[in-house]
């Protein structure tokens, strides 16, 4: 499909489009009006044949950044992507808008890797899906140097960075791209880097004439959350029942264990849950994955080894019972809710215990000096995020070195409700003298638990047998309760006034400790929030702050059953096709058409979202839909709200590299 085809087969010429053949193909094949941001550059710059380093967020809209310049530029389009296992998916969405689409992986057998091969070569695809693993093959090199090629475009590029999170070795070789097609334009794309990881993704890939788009990494409609950790698999089914029932969405835990726990207690409470880890067997994992691509209000519960390029528009929220390691990775995980624009949730438990353990980790996991200060400072900015008492979407575009507009976001926490500080320089103060007495009067190192009880003059039998009540400080905290100095040691871990040493997380002083002790420094801490009344949320919320983030809560009353309606015959398409409800139709484009009401073919064409192929394969399903609701004959529809059915619809029948072997 070159640019002659976009003029013969869009039914307009570009010409309607202000002679851009990228944006009548955006038009006719996806369609949509108009381009959004850099989207247009970026096309254009790749079209004319030039290289492109794209940083810009999930939900941007980087996917169409290389697949219309495939559409348009004469060959194939060779889509480098991390994970075979979603390769399926992203086929049949770019076939249901009648892109001819490929992929070629080790899931597949010898006759089907050879029906590909043979549609390449024949110059009948417009887009072909590798992994980075199978470029290593001298096949494979082969089998792209007897074809013709579009371009290369290379997605989740921040994987060939070591100072990223989700580097991956073979990314390293993709260098090889511009050594052996030198004309073949390359586009890297990815959703998170800072600038080290950006300037390594040039240096890596050996594109230093590539040209860099740098988005803004701002999700507006996320909202941001963080409460304190009480007890956080109830917090979680609070959180879930009140704000997000029924929606999809994804639970990210740090090992194992608390994966296969947290889902089995959701399931049980009622929420529909799957675990997704690295020690389930591929054939679970690939079930769970499959179900949460397909299934409405389905929740994975899983540990970082799921997400990376899961394309599931419709994801409400993802939650955190455990602090991520980076920024980066919280941005990354985060971002994977509300693709599609709708109002969306990222919530976080965040404790003293997670403070310690990613201290832990990082003191005793495998790497030398130089990898273990990269991850301290990548820890140090997570708690500083967590920590913060001003917008957090400010702190989290400051960290990608980009300005945030002045003022409060009005979607975060400290925005919705600014958090209370005091001078914690007193309390501090008998922290550190604490931890300095054990060590210095007695040769001992404790963990948070001893500090407490002995600040709070409890004779535990741990402190009667190290005679901890004999001490100076015992019993000098009593003004303070068990959570409050819990949270007062949290945030000196976090502002680097205490540090972690040893395998049982012991505390220890820094070099900063004693400016808070020789009181030439103060110390300014957020308030712990009060535990909630049993009428509010336990995640810190009344329930009465909290609106229904979901799509349908997003429309009018009047408009929900229509949408329903049409969710409910796209899931039916969905499971005729065996493909995800979103490849059929986006929620925001439902939600469109459900305000729109088009009557006609030609009017729901004008839906954004609607392209030439979606429209011929669907088109009179959805008329026959909102005719069906409207009680009016073939060629009458409502015209205006209150003639619309106001009637209730019926009811809806810690990973690391291993885990990436799942997706090769």
Not at 85 to 91: K, N, R, T
Not at 269 to 296: C, I, K, M
Not at 472 to 478: K, P
Request: contains cysteine; hydrophobic residues 40%; glycine residues 10%.
């Amino acid at each position: 499909m070159d640019g002659t085809s976009v003029m013969t087969e869009a039914g307009v010429m570009p010409e309607a489009y202000g002679g851009s053949e990228a944006l009548a193909t955006l038009h006719r094949v996806f369609g949509y009006e108009a381009f959004r941001g850099e989207q247009e550059a970026i096309i254009e710059h790749v079209v004319a044949g030039g290289d492109a380093v794209v940083l810009m967020p999930t939900g941007g809209g980087k996917s169409l950044c290389y697949q219309i310049p495939a559409l348009v530029r004469p060959g194939t389009g060779v889509v480098v992507s991390p994970l075979i296992a979603l390769m399926q998916d992203q086929v049949d969405a770019l076939r249901a808008l009648g892109v001819r689409a490929g992929f070629v992986n080790s899931t597949q057998d010898f006759d089907e890797r050879r029906v590909v091969e043979a549609e390449f070569l024949a110059g009948e695809l417009d887009l072909l899906y590798l992994a980075p693993e199978r470029l290593r093959l001298e096949s494979t090199l082969d089998l792209l140097s007897r074809g013709k090629i579009s371009l290369f475009a290379i997605d989740e590029a921040h994987c060939v960075s070591q100072w990223g999170h989700d580097f991956r070795p073979d990314y390293l070789a993709l260098s090889l791209l511009g050594e052996r097609w030198p004309d073949v334009p390359r586009i890297a794309l990815t959703a998170t880097a800072t600038h080290a990881t950006h300037q390594e993704i040039t240096q890596r890939l050996n594109i230093p004439a590539a040209r860099h788009f740098v988005a803004s990494f701002d999700r507006p409609n996320i909202q941001y959350r963080i409460v304190p950790k009480a007890d956080p698999k109830k917090q979680l089914l609070s959180f879930l029942r009140e704000e997000h029932a029924g929606d999809a969405g994804i639970v990210y835990c740090l090992s194992r264990n608390s994966v296969e726990k947290t889902a089995e207690f959701l399931t049980r409470n009622g929420v529909e849950a799957v675990p997704y880890h690295a020690g389930l067997d591929a054939g679970t994992r690939a079930a769970h994955q499959s179900r949460f691509l397909r299934e409405d209000g389905l929740v994975v519960v899983a540990t970082i080894a799921f997400g990376m390029g899961i394309d599931k528009p419709d994801v409400r929220f993802v939650a955190h019972l455990d602090l991520p390691k980076s920024v980066e990775g919280y941005y990354q995980e985060t971002g994977r809710a509300g693709r599609d624009g709708l109002p969306s949730t990222a919530w976080m438990a965040y404790g003293l215990n997670d403070v310690i353990q990613q201290r832990k980790l990082i003191q005793s996991g495998e790497g030398d000096e130089a990898f273990r200060r990269r991850s301290q400072g990548h820890l140090d900015a997570m708690l500083a995020l967590c920590e913060t008492v001003h917008c957090r979407r400010g702190q989290l575009l400051a960290y990608f070195g980009q300005d945030a507009e002045a003022g409060a976001c009005g979607n975060c926490d400290t925005c919705l409700v600014p958090p209370d500080t005091w001078d914690g320089t007193i309390a501090a103060q008998k922290v550190l003298s604490t931890v300095w007495r054990l060590d210095r009067e007695r040769r001992q190192k404790f963990g948070a638990v001893q500090i407490v009880d002995i600040l709070l003059g409890r004779r535990t039998a741990k402190v009667i047998q190290f005679d901890h009540d004999q001490l100076s400080v015992f019993g000098i905290g009593e003004e303070l309760t068990e959570g409050e100095w819990r949270g007062v040691v949290r945030q000196l871990l976090a502002q680097g006034l205490l540090a972690v040493e040893g395998e049982y997380g012991t505390l220890v002083l820094t070099e900063a400790s004693g400016e808070v002790l020789g009181r030439k420094r103060e110390v300014p801490l957020r308030k712990e929030p009060k535990k909630p009344a049993a009428s509010r949320s336990s995640s810190g919320t009344a329930r009465s702050d909290r609106k229904p983030r979901t799509a349908a809560a997003e429309l009018p009353p009047e408009l929900a059953p229509a949408f329903e309606a049409l969710r409910a015959w796209r899931a039916e398409q969905a499971r005729e096709q065996g493909v995800p409800a979103y490849v059929i139709f986006h929620d925001a484009t439902l939600r469109e058409i459900a305000t729109v009401w088009p009557s006609t073919v030609a009017e729901l064409g004008g839906v954004s979202g609607v392209g030439e192929k979606k429209l011929a394969t669907y088109g009179e399903g959805v008329l026959g839909v909102l005719k069906s609701l409207s009680g009016t004959p073939d060629t009458a529809t409502p015209t205006t709200p209150d003639d619309w059915p106001q009637e209730e619809p019926e009811p809806e029948d810690h990973e690391g590299p291993e885990d990436w072997a799942a997706g090769i």
